[in-house]
């Protein structure tokens, strides 16, 4: 992986690269679809292309990635591009694929499908992650007509139903419907493994059955859905810039307070960027976060902690809403909380003077036939 570029928090943006990857390419084909494709959006001007023999290259023109992203900030992109091109039904997919050409390092992609693929699941992760509702319950719960409990908690695919359909019909009640319980981390699972099966739908139907039949078996979930369905840019040593997001982007946002931190559920918050600076409520999904809303009410869970009847901490969050409608009513005292929120969060188990930044983003492997990399025991 090319070492990340943020020399004084700007440096050279370095985009997509497609090809080279052991996949026969025409990068003369792959340009001519990527020009056809940035055209449609109102980008080609803004974008410089080069290709040699094997190798497509693109990224933001530098003049546009200073002025739109200066710093690798990614939060204004959606204003700008709206500005720049109109906002219509294809906001999502342009702000996409400016961001991801305006990355602080060479993404690659084995050939034009797959980088295709990736706009498509990041469209879908951020779209679905918008219309998500649920209530958070540690005691989670799922709809009965597409899920099984299983005694360990987790809940498998009944058989014969869509996983799709499933997925769907526990993040996205419909009218009426109550809202099912998730946490935060398990949720961000349920809305990526949908845009991902939604792709695998699309253009490999092989994987789109794998997937189905391995979720009525055993659910791919923590740890092993973070290694087989997930890459992750960035590391603690050389992490990203701190503001680039992309929409499809899956964030940890990290309670860097010890104590409420001890509350089930409040250890930080999964989130997925949605574009536009915001940052996915799964529950409140009128009520998107931004980038300062979401620093200021993590660090109000310590001023909402208290202990249940049963002995388990807990936080209230009316109580911790409240604390920051007065944060905010307050530059100076605003201004103060997001100075500590916004730094660099400590390593796990270290509570001393990180914020609850992270330093790394998630998003799909590719799922192409040709190039697939999700491979996973059948359960």
């Known amino acids: 992986m090319n070492r990340i570029h943020q020399e004084s928090g700007q440096g050279r943006h370095r985009g997509i690269r ?21 055209a449609e959006l109102g980008l080609l001007a803004h974008v410089r292309i080069h290709t040699d023999s094997t190798v497509l290259t693109a990224s933001l023109a530098p003049e546009c990635a200073s002025s739109w992203a200066p710093g690798f900030d990614t939060t204004a992109l959606g204003a700008v591009l709206a500005d720049q091109c109109g906002r219509d039904d294809r906001h999502i997919e342009r702000e996409v694929l400016a961001g991801l050409l305006v990355s602080p390092l060479e993404l690659e992609f084995p050939d034009f499908s797959e980088f295709e693929s990736a706009v498509r699941i990041r469209v879908d992760t951020a779209q679905a992650a918008s219309a998500t509702m649920l209530r958070f319950d540690v005691d989670q719960h799922r709809p009965e007509a597409y899920w099984e409990r299983l005694d360990t908690g987790s809940f498998t695919l009944r058989s014969g139903c869509s996983l799709v359909g499933a997925l769907a019909a526990a993040t996205q009640p419909a009218q009426g419907e109550d809202p099912y319980g998730f946490g935060c981390y398990r949720a961000s699972e349920y809305v990526m493994l949908l845009a991902i099966a939604r792709e695998a739908a699309r253009s490999h139907p092989e994987l789109k059955q794998r997937l189905r039949e391995r979720s009525t078996r055993r659910p791919i979930e923590s740890r092993e859905f ?7 840019l960035g590391t603690f040593d050389e992490p990203l810039p701190a503001c680039w997001f992309v929409p499809g982007d899956r964030i940890w946002f990290r309670n860097p307070d010890a104590h409420s931190a001890d509350a089930e559920g409040f250890e930080g918050s999964w989130v997925i960027y949605v ?7 799964f529950w409140k999904r009128n009520a998107p976060f931004t980038l300062e809303r979401k620093c200021v009410e993590i660090y109000h869970w310590r001023n909402a902690t208290y202990r249940g009847d049963d002995g388990l901490l807990r936080v209230d969050e009316e109580e911790a809403a409240r604390h920051v409608a007065i944060t905010e009513a307050n530059p100076d005292e605003h201004a103060r909380v ?8 400590d390593p796990r188990g270290v509570y001393e003077q990180g914020g609850c930044m992270d330093r790394t983003r998630e998003f799909s492997r590719w799922v192409q036939p040709n190039s697939c990399d999700i491979a996973f025991a059948p359960a």
Do not use: C, Y
Not at 226 to 232: A, N, P, Q, R, S
Not at 338 to 345: A, C, H
């Open 18 to 38: 497609i090809g080279g990857a052991g996949i026969a390419t025409d990068p003369k084909r792959d340009t001519q679809q990527l020009q056809a494709w940035l």
């Open 338 to 345: 997001l100075s500590l929120m916004r730094r660099w969060r």
């Open 275 to 281: 574009g536009d600076g915001l940052f996915s409520n």
């Open 226 to 232: 973070h290694d087989v369905l997930l890459k992750e």
